[in-house]
């Protein structure tokens, strides 16, 4: 018995083996044909390059070798093409420098894997997935591993090419065109065509394009929080993750905001390679896109910055057994997206040009108009509490932390204690207080009604301060009234609404409150001398709204949003937001809460104010309020040197009575208590900072560790020193933790 047990193992195993040999036969083909199409692929471009043109090619042939052929041109740049892989050049003919689609092979090839050493030479990274799948496996491709059929067209100043992949059956066209001193990119919506087995998820054009190795001097810049930068290293780790953010923020919405990572406020990344630059900037399809760096050390010694354009998405669906499980959206998002790349060479090839070309386009094609006049004295930004529930068993208890006339008398006296100009901003100004929602929309009794509302605007007015009233119109609590948790809130692409784990917290549809933003807020505050509307939750948050009555995606519910500060201008003259997602810098007259720091990515050497720099000068801004940093004199030097307004968050009463409130982070607001340091500070920036408060940053840098330089549009410089001791700059002494102004050619 124990002999024939041992016989039918060995038969056994001895199948098994005929078949794994079998197997490796039937599979070595497919293999080495991968490997040789990829090792021919990365030849050196004077070398036989297999051809994927108009028609397929065995792997055993080779065609003639391709050269490069100049396929647009303008006064500063030249666009070079290769028929063979669609590799592209754009040189830069101020100083000869080359910027090209795929890494040098010899370059490439001195480290990573084989895998990686063949995507670097690709002309585009692909994501595609099968639908029919019972939960969602995404699969990574890119043009050398499909050795995608080609046609081409010739434009004016380009070229387009049509790229089918016939293993996938997924086809798109990719237009390379120069425009002035830029290379656009644009991968049209309507050109794709793909499988019912194979469904495109996302496409990144130009993954490589202008990559560094570790011996280049330089960085990358990404739009983590205001900016970070990322220097070129010899000696690095091995990364486990790159930087991917969703631009504006990711779609699926958050109910945990502790460590959540910062919002990519600007559809922008750019690469410094020694006296090189460019900026990226998507112009088209910045709603469903993201924005990838890869440091060298992720996957490949190479550091790379690119964008992703996105077609479909995740969620959550349902299965028959009732557990969850993640599938593709079935609607391809079929639009336009466009990648424009700007370039700069010599002195200009760093983060500050950069952040002036984004400036100079949003002023030229976005219609940014500077809301600050020159000469204008810089604003005292002050937050005022009015009133928040406390929660209790039977019924919540309303606490009035400022009354309307408290907060003018807080006006007064800064006034008279040598405030010239104030932004005031009001928060919980409705009958549910602060952070219940659908406020009410009505000034709550308790603190002085409408009448006491009226009678503040036109103290403010009368005085040339602002006074903007903040309300959040995107989120709704449970049980207050004023929405329908059926028809008026947000719905997932699983048809389900929007909610918390508890189904208390739900988000409305962007649709459906513009409609009724006009009746419910403008018509009952028309009568008020007050600035404007200040709106919550819009500069931070964007999604997909799948409401059968109103389905909007991102760039439709932002418009909804949009048309909302729309209107707020029309009837008041102005509109401000909080949180600083780029769509809202056209529409705002001040910015709230742009962030100071960024996520804190392992292989993010320096946070840099690179939104700071674009809006500066035409936008004020404020970030956290001074009163509720940890340290005021390191927050007030970083205030100084990103061009923030004073800014701080203030309450008639104690603080103490908002501990059993929703708003426990103001632990430190009492009025008198913060009035004299405030009113200080102030008067120590207008000092020295009103000369620039109006004009643009044209210039930050590091000057040595933990002192910086920034530069205004007159040639003035302001130095911040943080360390703890005095510095000598350029002869000029700056105190410790303290700054300096230096006018234009001292």
Do not use: C
């Not at 910027?99 to 370059?107: N, Y």
């Not at 394009?209 to 091995?238: E, M, V």
């Amino acid at each position: 018995m124990i002999t024939r047990i041992a016989n039918r193992k060995t038969i056994y195993a001895a199948v098994v083996a005929v078949i794994v040999v079998l197997l490796v036969i039937i599979a070595l083909p497919s293999v080495k044909s991968a490997i040789a199409r990829a090792q021919l692929e990365m030849k050196p471009k004077n070398e036989v390059v297999e051809a994927a043109a108009d028609t397929p090619t065995s792997d055993a042939e080779q065609q003639t070798p391709t050269e490069f052929k100049k396929v647009g041109e303008t006064e500063r740049l030249e666009l070079l093409f290769r028929s063979s892989d669609s590799a592209i050049v754009v040189k830069d003919k101020s100083n000869g420098y080359t910027w090209q689609s795929a890494v040098p092979i010899q370059d490439a090839a001195t480290e990573g894997n084989d895998l990686w050493t063949a995507s670097s030479q690709s002309i585009f990274h692909m994501t595609f997935t099968d639908p029919n799948l019972p939960a969602l496996e995404t699969q990574e491709t890119n043009s050398v591993i499909e050795q995608p059929k080609i046609k081409t067209t010739a434009l004016d100043n380009g070229i387009s090419v049509h790229y089918e992949l016939p293993r996938l059956q997924i086809s798109f066209d990719m237009i390379f065109e120069l425009k002035g001193n830029a290379l656009e990119v644009t991968v049209p919506g309507q050109s794709i065509q793909e499988a019912e087995n194979n469904w495109l998820m996302a496409i990144s054009p130009l993954p490589f394009f202008g990559a560094a190795l570790d011996h280049d001097q330089g960085y990358a810049i990404y739009p983590d929080g205001p900016g970070a930068l990322s220097t070129f290293k010899s000696n690095h780790p091995n990364y486990l993750n790159p930087y991917k953010a969703s631009v504006y923020g990711s779609d699926t919405i958050s109910f945990n905001n502790y460590q959540r990572q910062q919002n990519a406020l600007l559809p922008i990344f750019g690469l410094k390679v020694n006296d090189n630059a460019f900026l990226g900037m998507i112009t088209k399809g910045e709603y469903d896109a993201n924005i990838l760096y890869s440091p060298s050390g992720y996957l490949i010694n190479m550091n790379r910055v690119s964008s992703e354009l996105v077609y479909r998405r995740e969620y959550e669906a349902v299965k028959k057994d009732g557990n969850l499980t993640k599938k593709p959206e079935k609607q391809l998002l079929r639009e336009d997206h466009t990648i424009r790349y700007v370039f700069f060479s010599g002195k200009e090839a760093d983060y500050s040009h950069m952040a002036s070309a984004y400036r100079q386009y949003l002023i030229d094609e976005k219609g940014v108009a500077p809301r600050i006049k020159k000469g204008e004295a810089i604003p005292f930004g002050l937050d005022l509490l009015m009133g928040i529930k406390e929660g209790q068993i039977l019924f919540d208890h309303f606490i009035p932390t400022t009354s309307f006339e408290e907060a003018q008398d807080i006006m007064e006296d800064l006034n008279k204690r040598g405030v010239s100009s104030i932004s005031a901003n009001l928060l919980g100004w409705t009958r549910e207080g602060y952070l219940e929602y659908p406020s009410g929309y009505k000034p709550s009794s308790k603190i002085g009604g409408t009448s006491g509302l009226k009678k503040l605007s036109e103290y403010a007015k009368a005085n040339n301060d602002q006074l903007f009233l903040q309300d959040n119109y995107i989120m709704a609590w449970k049980g207050v009234d004023g929405f329908s948790t059926r028809s008026d809130v947000v719905v997932g692409a699983n048809h389900f609404a929007v909610t918390d784990r508890y189904s208390e917290l739900f988000y409305l549809n962007a649709g459906k409150q513009n409609e009724r933003f006009q009746d419910k807020v403008l018509d009952p505050l028309s009568k008020l001398a007050i600035t404007g509307i200040n709106f919550d939750g819009i500069g931070y948050t964007d999604y997909y709204d799948y409401n059968k009555a109103y389905p909007l995606n991102r760039e439709g519910t932002a418009s909804k949003w949009l048309e909302m500060m729309g209107k707020s201008v029309d009837q008041f003259g102005a509109a401000a937001s909080i949180g600083g997602n780029g769509y809202t810098i056209p529409h705002s007259s001040r910015l709230f809460s742009i962030p100071m720091e960024d996520s804190g990515y392992f292989f993010t050497d320096e946070t840099i104010p690179f939104y700071q720099m674009v809006v500066h000068g035409l936008i004020p801004y404020s970030g956290d309020a001074q009163n509720l940093f940890y340290d005021p004199r390191l927050q007030f030097l970083k205030m100084v040197e990103y061009g923030y307004m004073p800014y701080y968050q203030f309450t008639k009463k104690h603080s103490e009575d908002l501990k059993d409130t929703y708003y426990s982070d103001l632990f430190s607001s009492a009025y008198h208590n913060w009035v004299d340091q405030a009113v200080d500070q102030y008067k120590e920036m207008s000092e020295k900072l009103q000369p620039v408060w109006s004009q643009t940053m044209v210039g930050h840098r590091k000057l040595e560790k933990d002192v910086y330089e920034v530069v205004y549009e007159d040639g003035s410089r302001l130095i911040v020193n943080y360390l703890p001791r005095e510095v000598k700059i350029d002869g000029h002494l700056v105190p410790d933790k303290d700054f300096i102004v230096v006018p234009k050619g001292g």
